[in-house]
C-alpha cells in the first residue's frame, strides 16, 4: 500500500513537471529554462551521436547503394547516352564558354555565385512519428557554422540550419510544414513564397503576382535573404508540378516537386558565405588602335579572358 | 547504492537507446514510424523494476527523446507520454506476472497510443506539423515496431537487471 503511494506521488510530480516544461516551452523557447535544457541536453547527446552516426553512417550508405543496385544499370546506360550527346556538345560550349567568361569579367561580376561552403554529413535524423522534418550533421559552431545558414547538396536546397552545439548542427528541411523560403521563378520577375507541406514529394509556393503566368516545369530558385541568412540567393529548389487556384485570386499557388530527396539525404554543405560581388564599375570605352595586331599579341593570347584595360596599356606604351 | 546502480543500468540502457533510435532506426527506409526503441526500452524496465522507475525511467527517456538533436517539437510533450507508459506499464505487469505475452501486448498498445497522443497533444496545442492522414498508419506500424522490439529487449533488459542489480529482485 506505502509502495503504491509513492508511487503515485513520483507519477503526479513527473506529469506536473512535464506539463511545466510543456507550457514554458511554448510560451518562448528561444531563451529562459527550456532553452538552456535544451542545449545542455544537447551538448550531451551529441557526441555520442557523433560516434555513432560515424559508425552507422558507411553501413547506411552502403544499405542505400544495395537498395538501388537495379536501377543504377538502368541509370548507366542513360548516363552513357547522354554523355555522348554531351561530348559531341561540348566543342561549342567550349567556345560559348569562352565568350561568356570574357563577358563576365567585362562586367565585373567574375564569381558571382559562389558559395564558401563546409560539406557535413547526416548523422541523425527524427523520429517519422513525430511530424519533424529535420535532421543532424556533424558540422557546428567549431567549424564556423552558426543557426539560420542555408544548407545545400549537390542537387538544390537541403534547408537551413536552426541550432547548433560546437560539433553538430539541427537542419530544419524545406518540406517541414514550419519552413519557409523566399523563391523566385528562375527567368522571371515573379516572386512568392515556398513553404514545406510536411510530405517529402510536394512544396506549396504561393505567388504574390496574383496573375503571374507559370508553366509547369518552371524553375524555381532562392531569393535570398538580407545578409544572406537564413537563405543564400539562386539556390535550385525544384519544378513546378502543378498549378493551383484560378487566376484572379488574391494570390495563385503552384505545387513545387523539390529537388532534393530528403529521404536519402547523405553529403550536404553549409553555406557559410557568398562570395562579394565584385563592384560594378562603368565600362571602359574601346580603344580601336590598328597596331593591336602587330605588339599587343603576346598579352592577347596569353590571357583571354583579361579585362579591356589590361590589354589597352601594354598597346598605348608600345605606341611611341 | 542499490538505488544508483538501478539509476544508472536505467540512464545507460536510456541513452543507448535514444542515440541509436536517432542515428540508426530513423535513417533507415521503415515503411510508416521509426522504430520506438525508447519506448520499449521505457517499457522493458517498468516490467523489470515496477511503476515508480517505469515512471521515472519514462520521464528521463522522454526528455531525452525532446532534446536531442535534431528534435525541434515542444519539450515536455515526449517526456510526460513516456511517463504515463512507464507507471502504466509497471503496474500493467507487477514482478510476480512474467508473462511475455502480457509485457509485448502492452508495449504494443503503448507505441500506438503514443503516437495517437503526440498526434492529439500536437493538436492541442497548435502544432502546424501534425499530419492526420498519417496517423493511421503510423499508428499501427508504431504498434508493430513495438511488439517485435519487445520480443526482444524485454527478456534481454530482464536478464540484464537481474544479473546488475540481483537486490531488486530479491523480495
Redesign the interface.
Given at each position: 500500500m506505502r509502495?503504491s503511494r509513492?508511487?503515485r506521488i513520483?507519477?503526479a510530480i513527473?506529469?506536473l513537471?512535464?506539463?511545466?516544461?510543456?507550457i514554458?516551452?511554448?510560451r518562448g523557447?528561444s531563451s529562459g529554462p527550456?532553452a538552456f535544457?535544451?542545449s545542455?541536453?544537447?551538448a550531451v547527446?551529441?557526441p555520442?551521436?557523433r560516434v555513432?552516426?560515424a559508425i552507422?553512417g558507411p553501413v547506411?550508405s552502403l544499405?542505400d547503394s544495395l537498395?538501388s543496385l537495379g536501377e543504377k544499370d538502368a541509370q548507366i546506360a542513360d548516363l552513357e547516352a547522354e554523355n555522348a550527346r554531351l561530348k559531341s556538345e561540348l566543342d561549342v560550349v567550349a567556345n560559348d564558354k569562352a565568350r561568356v567568361a570574357e563577358l563576365d569579367a567585362l562586367m565585373g561580376l567574375a564569381g558571382n555565385n559562389g558559395y564558401e561552403t563546409v560539406p557535413a554529413q547526416?548523422?541523425?535524423?527524427?523520429?517519422?512519428?513525430?511530424?519533424?522534418w529535420?535532421?543532424?550533421i556533424d558540422v557546428g559552431s567549431r567549424d564556423g557554422v552558426e543557426p539560420s545558414m542555408s544548407v545545400i547538396s549537390g542537387a538544390g536546397l537541403v534547408g537551413r540550419t536552426?541550432?547548433v552545439?560546437p560539433t553538430?548542427?539541427?537542419?530544419?528541411l524545406v518540406v517541414?510544414?514550419?519552413s519557409s523560403v523566399g523563391a523566385r521563378l528562375a527567368g522571371t520577375s515573379q516572386i512568392g513564397i515556398v513553404s514545406g507541406s510536411?510530405?517529402q514529394d510536394a512544396l506549396q509556393m504561393q505567388l504574390l503576382d496574383p496573375l503571374a503566368v507559370v508553366d509547369v516545369g518552371d524553375v524555381v530558385v532562392s531569393f535570398g535573404s538580407e545578409a544572406d541568412r537564413p537563405y543564400a540567393p539562386g539556390i535550385p529548389i525544384g519544378t513546378v508540378l502543378q498549378m493551383r487556384g484560378t487566376e484572379g485570386q488574391l494570390t495563385r499557388s503552384a505545387i513545387v516537386e523539390p529537388y532534393v530527396d530528403v529521404?536519402r539525404l547523405d553529403i550536404v554543405g553549409v553555406v557559410l558565405r557568398v562570395d562579394e560581388r565584385a563592384p560594378r564599375e562603368p565600362l571602359p570605352m574601346p580603344t580601336p588602335s590598328p597596331t593591336n595586331s602587330t605588339t599587343g599579341d603576346d598579352t592577347a593570347t596569353a590571357d583571354d579572358s583579361a579585362t579591356i584595360d589590361d590589354s589597352a596599356t601594354p598597346d598605348e606604351t608600345a605606341v611611341p | 547504492m542499490m538505488v544508483v546502480r538501478r539509476l544508472l543500468l536505467c540512464l545507460v540502457l536510456l541513452l543507448l537507446a535514444a542515440v541509436l533510435e536517432l542515428t540508426l532506426l530513423a535513417p533507415l527506409p521503415f515503411p510508416g514510424a521509426t522504430p520506438p526503441l525508447v519506448l520499449v526500452t521505457v517499457a522493458a524496465l517498468a516490467f523489470a523494476f515496477g511503476p515508480t522507475t517505469g515512471a521515472v525511467c519514462g520521464f528521463v527517456g522522454g526528455i531525452l527523446l525532446d532534446v536531442a538533436p535534431p528534435a525541434a517539437g515542444t519539450l515536455g510533450i515526449g517526456a510526460l507520454i513516456l511517463t504515463v507508459v512507464g507507471y502504466a506499464l509497471g503496474r500493467l505487469a507487477d514482478p510476480s506476472d512474467r508473462r511475455l505475452l502480457v509485457g509485448v501486448g502492452g508495449t504494443a498498445a503503448a507505441g500506438g497510443l503514443s503516437v495517437l497522443a503526440v498526434a492529439v497533444l500536437g493538436g492541442l496545442l497548435g502544432n502546424p506539423r501534425t499530419q492526420w492522414g498519417d496517423v493511421p498508419g503510423l499508428f499501427v506500424t508504431a504498434a508493430v515496431y513495438a511488439a517485435l522490439l519487445a520480443v526482444l529487449l524485454v527478456p534481454l533488459i530482464q536478464r540484464l537487471a537481474r544479473r546488475l542489480v540481483p537486490e531488486a529482485f530479491s523480495r
Open positions: 509502495e509513492t508511487t513520483v507519477l513527473l506529469v513537471v512535464s506539463i511545466t516544461l510543456v514554458i516551452d511554448l523557447s527550456t535544457i535544451r545542455a541536453g544537447a547527446v551529441a555520442l551521436e555513432s552516426g552507422f547506411l544499405g537498395g547526416v548523422i541523425a535524423v527524427g523520429p517519422a512519428q513525430g511530424f519533424a529535420t535532421v543532424t536552426i541550432s552545439t553538430t548542427a539541427t537542419v530544419l517541414d510544414a514550419t510536411g510530405r529521404s | -
